[in-house]
């Protein structure tokens, strides 16, 4: 046979075995090999990587977070009520070779081993809530607890749960009705506290300014009071002090005076004795020198 004529053949066979001892690792993979089905390695940088032909053999699964949907189900929450949940969940590989034993590596069955994982804690969650405070107050709380309990669970299958949603949660509709009568109930029951605790507080305020109002106008009155009495007693004392100057020139003064408050306006009428006192300046015009 002709050496020439079987080069290329042994050719095409030594690229192809070349072929089979080389296999690539992408950054958006994990690898595993295997030495007759048993794992000999898990951790593989990206780039090219060798193995044996016919013995060693290797296994790629996703680096990426994955998404799996769990269709409506039904969990009782505390009060023994029924709630249809729609949740999903966010995973991804973190040990390959432990998901590899525990899952075979089989993505649908690590999905529902997972989703079951996730289950537990929604129904562990629900069982200690009130309807109100599944869908409403502490939803928040009740999901940081299903996910701190699905990641140490996943952990144990090579898996990390990144994240948990609740999608949707809906009453069936034989206790739909009477739960959002409830629910209305304990919100005007609510309402009607504030609104009472509200009309106590401003009766309160009310009070505190009537007594505010009252104490400053008794207080300035009895500063007007004093100011008053002060000025009357110094007008007093200027009085006396002039009557005691020069006490019939005061009379005048003061005979003056009642003489421009009663005279001179229209249609005025003063009925005196002519003998009075009243008219002595008038009667007497030097009798005030």
């Known amino acids: 046979m002709n050496v020439r004529a079987l080069m290329p053949f042994g050719l ?55 998404t799996q949907t769990n269709p409506q189900e039904l969990f009782l929450t505390f009060e023994k009520k029924n709630l249809f949940v729609d949740f999903f969940v966010k995973w991804r590989i973190i040990d390959v070779g ?5 899952t075979r590596g089989d993505e649908a069955l690590a999905a529902q081993r997972l989703i079951e994982i996730v289950k537990d804690g929604v129904r562990s969650e629900f069982a200690k809530r009130t309807v109100p405070q599944v869908v409403t107050a502490e939803r928040r709380e009740l999901l940081d607890n ?93 009085y006396a002090e002039a009557y005691r100057k020069d006490p019939e020139f005061f009379a005048f003064y003061r005979s003056i005076q009642a003489y421009r408050r009663s005279l001179g306006k229209e249609n005025d009428l003063l009925v005196l004795d002519q003998d009075s006192e009243f008219f002595r300046y008038m009667e007497r015009p030097n009798a005030g020198r």
């Open 12 to 66: 095409l066979l030594l690229a192809w075995i070349a072929s089979m001892s080389v296999f690539t690792v992408d950054e958006r993979e994990l690898a595993i090999k295997f030495r007759l089905g048993e794992i000999i390695q898990t951790e593989f940088e990206p780039g090219l990587h060798f193995k044996m032909p016919f013995i060693n053999n290797v296994k790629k699964y996703p680096r990426q977070i994955l």
């Open 98 to 102: 432990a998901y590899y034993r525990a």
């Open 146 to 238: 299903m996910l701190a309990s699905a990641r140490t669970n996943a952990r144990q299958l090579g898996m990390e749960v990144v994240d948990v949603r609740v999608k949707r949660t809906e009453f069936p509709e034989q206790v739909s009705d009477s739960v959002f009568d409830r629910m209305r109930q304990e919100r005007a029951r609510t309402a009607s506290e504030l609104r009472a605790q509200g009309a106590e507080n401003a009766e309160q305020i009310r009070a505190e300014a009537d007594r505010q109002r009252t104490v400053t106008l008794a207080e300035a009155y009895r500063e007007a009071e004093k100011v008053r009495g002060a000025g009357d007693a110094e007008a007093a004392r200027i």
